[in-house]
């Protein structure tokens, strides 16, 4: 079992910068796969980005490539999401997530989740 809390979310205006935080409990935290997705109301759960347990692979999103970067501190059982550039179209409830397997794109694939972090950027 592996409990989620994420943290950073907030207002900023566009163009501004946020870090999200995402701390695991537990020590199997490193064998996991994480992953950030986001949801706006009224529209579906999308993927952002996705990290390997060691940090040796990552993916994202064609629309925050460039922007956002996904790493993780295996020692502090702690995966980051450094938002820079931010546009009023990256508002929406932020979660990380947890995949036992592979780092997927797909939400369906990830096993456990956080309650999710605001994120608002005002234009």
């Known amino acids: 079992q592996v409990q989620l809390v994420e943290s950073g979310g907030g207002l900023v205006q566009a163009g501004g910068s946020l870090r999200l935080s995402c701390t695991a409990s537990g020590r199997a935290f490193r064998s996991y796969a994480m992953g950030w997705f986001r949801q706006a109301p009224g529209k579906e759960r999308e993927f952002v980005a996705t990290?390997?347990?060691?940090?040796?692979?990552?993916n994202y999103a064609d629309s925050v490539k460039g922007r956002f970067t996904i790493s993780r501190d295996n020692a502090k059982n702690t995966v980051y999401l450094q938002m820079n550039s931010l546009n009023p179209e990256d508002t929406a409830v932020y979660y990380c997530a947890a995949d036992s397997t592979d780092p997927a794109t797909m939400w369906t694939l990830y096993d456990y989740w956080g309650q999710g972090t605001q994120v608002t950027v005002s234009s």
């Open positions: 990290i390997s347990w060691n940090g040796g692979y990552t």
